[in-house]
C-alpha cells in the first residue's frame, strides 16, 4: 500500500454562538490556510459547527475519503457533546486545537482554553485517545506539529493494511527475527503471508531467460559484474524477479527473506542483490525472514518517501563518537555515495553472488526498530538519529559510519542493556517526531538511542 499524493486533514471548527462569532470565524479561515501553505489537503465545513445537526453533516462529508488527521478548532467554548461525536465517527487521529487569547480586561471573547480542557476530560473518560496543540492559527510551530501527526496518522492509517510477505522462517537462534503474526495483525492490523522458499526457488529458475534486460540495466549502474560467477549472477537477478512477481500477485507491500542458508546451498547464489533492488523499487525487504525489521522499513519509507535500509549495527568506537552500520550487501543503491562507485562482488563467506559493494551517502538520518524483545506481543519502538559521515567503506558489503545525536559510548550501552534486536533500519532525513507520535497513536513506549 502507497501513500496518497498528499495529507488529508478533516478540520471541524466547534462554536456557540454566544461568543464573538466573528472572531472564531477568522480564526478559522486562518487556520485553514496556514494548514493549506503546509501542504496539507483541508476537508470539512467551511462554517462553524455549532450542534448537533452540523456534526452529523460534517461527520457525513469526512467519511468520503481517507483522513490522516481529525484537527478539531475549539473556536470558541462549547460543551463536550460534539467532539465526543466527533471522535466516535470519523476514523482519524484527533488533534486538538486552542488559541491563545490576550487578556483586555472585557469581554472572554473566546474562551478556547477552557472549551479544549472540558473536551480532553471528556475524551478521556470516554477512552479516546487524542493530541493538542495551544497556538494561534499562523504559528509555525503549532503547524507544523499539524503536519508531523498528520504524517504519523497517514503511516498508521497504511499500517492498517499492510501485507508483509515472509519468505520461509527465520534461522535457528536469531531471536529478533521470530514474530507473531496474531499479535502484528491485532495490534497494528499488519497481515503476514507465508510464502515457501521452494516457490521462490522454482520461480527463480524459470525467471532466468528473463533477466537478460536486468542484466545489462546493471550493467550501467554496477563495476565488476563480468568478473563474477555468471550462472550464479544469473540466478540472483532471476531471484528479484521472482520475488518482484510474487509481490505484485499477491499485493505485498514488502518481503522478509530467509537469505540463508538455502539461497547459497539450493539455489546457488545469494539473495542479498536481489533485496537490494527491490527495497530500492520500495518494497522493502529484510534478510533472515526478519518481518519487524521489513515493518520498520516501510514505516520509514512512508515518512521520507525514499527506501529504508535494514542493517547491523557492528563497531563503536567512543572515542572517535561513532558507529558503524553494515550489511552483507543489501543496501538499495539509492544510499550510496556519489563519490563512489558500486561494485557487484560475492558474499565474504559464501563466495557467491550478487551482492552490492559501496559506501553510504551522507546526510542527516534516522534510525528506528519496531521491537518485541521483552517478550511475545509486547512492542516499543526503538528511535534516533545522527549524521552519516562521509567515510570510506569500513567492511566489504554495505556499510555507513554514523555520528548519532547522543554519545556513540551511551548508545552502545542502551543496545546492550535493553537486550535489543541485532537489525535496524534506516533512511534519509530526520522522522523522529513523526515516529513518537506515530508510537503514541499505537500505544507503544518509545526507546531513545
Known amino acids: 500500500m502507497k501513500p496518497t499524493s498528499g495529507l488529508r486533514a478533516g478540520l471541524v471548527a466547534l462554536a456557540r454562538t454566544t461568543f464573538d462569532v466573528r472572531l472564531a470565524e477568522s480564526v478559522h479561515s486562518q487556520l485553514a490556510q496556514s494548514l493549506t501553505e503546509a501542504r496539507l489537503t483541508v476537508v470539512g465545513p467551511a462554517e462553524l459547527v455549532v450542534n448537533d445537526q452540523g456534526v452529523e453533516a460534517a461527520c457525513r462529508e469526512l467519511e468520503r475519503e481517507p483522513l490522516d488527521l481529525l484537527l478539531v478548532l475549539q473556536a470558541t ?143 550501467l549502474r554496477l563495476a565488476g559484474l563480468a568478473e563474477l560467477d555468471q550462472p550464479a549472477l544469473g540466478r540472483t537477478l532471476g531471484s528479484y524477479l521472482a520475488l518482484r512477481q510474487l509481490a505484485a500477485e499477491m499485493d505485498l507491500d514488502g518481503l522478509a527473506v530467509r ?95 550478487l551482492l552490492l559493494e559501496f559506501p553510504l551517502r551522507p546526510g542527516r538520518v534516522t534510525i528506528a526498530r519496531l521491537s518485541e524483545a521483552e517478550g511475545t506481543g509486547s512492542y516499543r519502538l526503538v528511535v534516533g538519529g545522527g549524521e552519516m559521515l562521509e567515510a570510506p567503506l569500513s567492511f566489504s558489503g554495505t556499510s555507513g559510519v554514523v555520528r548519532f545525536d547522543r554519545p556513540a559510548g551511551l548508545v552502545m550501552e542502551t543496545i546492550l542493556a535493553e537486550g535489543l534486536d541485532h537489525h535496524v533500519a534506516l533512511t534519509y532525513g530526520d522522522h523522529q517526531t513523526a515516529l513518537e507520535i506515530l508510537a503514541e497513536m499505537l500505544d507503544i513506549p518509545v526507546l531513545r538511542l
Open 77 to 219: 467554548f462549547a460543551d463536550s457533546r460534539m467532539v465526543i461525536e466527533l471522535a466516535r465517527q470519523v476514523h482519524a487521529p484527533l488533534l486538538l486545537w486552542a488559541v491563545p487569547e490576550e487578556p483586555s480586561g472585557g469581554r472572554l471573547r473566546l474562551n478556547s482554553f477552557c472549551g479544549i480542557n472540558l473536551a480532553a476530560h471528556a475524551l478521556r473518560r470516554a477512552g479516546h485517545r487524542y493530541l493538542t496543540i495551544y497556538a494561534r492559527p499562523g504559528d509555525w510551530r503549532g503547524v507544523e506539529r499539524a503536519r508531523q501527526v498528520a504524517r504519523a496518522g497517514q503511516v498508521r492509517r497504511l499500517l492498517a493494511g499492510a501485507r508483509i510477505g515472509r519468505v520461509g522462517g527465520n534461522p535457528d537462534g536469531f531471536d529478533p527475527c521470530s514474530m507473531d503474526p496474531a499479535a502484528l495483525q491485532r495490534r497494528f492490523g499488519v497481515r503476514i503471508v507465508q510464502l515457501a522458499l521452494e516457490e521462490v526457488f522454482d520461480r527463480a529458475r524459470a525467471a532466468l531467460p528473463d533477466a537478460s534486460g536486468l542484466r545489462q540495466m546493471l550493467d
Open 259 to 353: 537469505c540463508w542458508p538455502e539461497f547459497f546451498t539450493e539455489l546457488g547464489c545469494a539473495a542479498c542483490g536481489a533485496m537490494s533492488l527491490l527495497t530500492d523499487e520500495l518494497t522493502p525487504c529484510s534478510c533472515e525472514a526478519d518481518v519487524n525489521g521489513t515493518i520498520t522499513q516501510l514505516v520509514l519509507q512512508w515518512l521520507s518517501g525514499e527506501p529504508a535500509f535494514g542493517t547491523d549495527m557492528v563497531a563503536f568506537d567512543a572515542d572517535r563518537n561513532h558507529a558503524v552500520l553494515w550489511h552483507c550487501g543489501l543496501a538499495p543503491l539509492s544510499m550510496a555515495d556519489p563519490k563512489s562507485t558500486p561494485r557487484g562482488t560475492i558474499h565474504s563467506n559464501r563466495r557467491l553472488p
